[in-house]
């Protein structure tokens, strides 16, 4: 089963919250309380979004976390990688990845294309999405075949 984290799922949990009030300044407990976890995982999940550039942390009074850049110009994928890594199905998916059965091996195409398309699909949803409340519209047909390997190296 393909299955993310969940701190991977409290982060877009907290970076929904924050992105449905992009105006304000979040302390890290306010968010646990919002959003009904437990504060030093919310903190946890902060410092990983903010090392990410997902987020902006201030000190102070009027300190607390806001959004980087705009919900709409942060995707479902830049939140996963935040917390998990790179997206992709198999060590050979990734652009870094190394294998040992590469010259016997007749599916890493295959599996490179799959991630693929996982990839264009998480870059395609964004944290506005996220933060809506109503169901996002997805295509019932993905055009994988269509995917070109050499469009996405990452």
Same mark, same amino acid.
């Not at 304000?24 to 437990?38: D, K, N, R, Y």
């Not at 590469?102 to 398309?117: I, Y």
């Given at each position: 089963?393909?299955?993310?984290?969940?701190?991977? $799922?409290?982060?877009? +949990? +907290?970076?929904?919250?924050?992105?449905?009030?992009? #105006?304000?300044?979040? @302390?890290?407990?306010?968010?646990?309380?919002?959003?009904?976890?437990?504060?030093?995982?919310? =903190?946890?999940?902060?410092?990983? %979004?903010?090392?990410?550039?997902?987020?902006?942390?201030? !000190?102070?009074?009027?300190?607390?976390?806001?959004?980087?850049?705009?919900? =709409?110009?942060?995707?479902? !994928? $830049?939140?996963?990688?935040?917390?998990?890594?790179?997206?992709?199905?198999?060590?050979?998916?990734?652009? #870094?990845? $190394?294998?040992?059965?590469?010259?016997?091996?007749?599916?890493? $195409?295959?599996?490179?294309? *799959?991630?693929?398309?996982?990839?264009?699909?998480? #870059?395609?949803?964004?944290?506005?999405?996220?933060? #809506?409340?109503?169901?996002?519209? %997805?295509? *019932?047909?993905?055009?994988?075949?269509?995917?070109?390997? @050499?469009?996405?190296?990452?």
């Amino acid at each position: 089963m393909l299955k993310l984290s969940r701190l991977t $799922d409290y982060a877009a +949990v +907290v970076m929904a919250q924050i992105a449905r009030h992009p #105006d304000q300044s979040h @302390a890290a407990g306010e968010l646990a309380e919002a959003v009904q976890l437990p504060h030093p995982t919310v =903190s946890k999940t902060l410092k990983m %979004l903010v090392r990410a550039g997902l987020l902006e942390s201030r !000190r102070g009074a009027q300190g607390g976390y806001s959004l980087a850049r705009p919900a =709409s110009q942060i995707t479902a !994928r $830049d939140i996963i990688t935040a917390i998990e890594g790179p997206v992709a199905m198999t060590e050979c998916s990734q652009a #870094d990845g $190394d294998c040992d059965l590469v010259s016997v091996c007749g599916v890493a $195409d295959n599996w490179q294309r *799959v991630s693929l398309a996982i990839r264009t699909l998480l #870059d395609s949803v964004t944290l506005a999405h996220l933060a #809506d409340t109503t169901p996002i519209k %997805l295509p *019932v047909h993905l055009p994988i075949q269509s995917v070109s390997l @050499a469009a996405d190296t990452a």
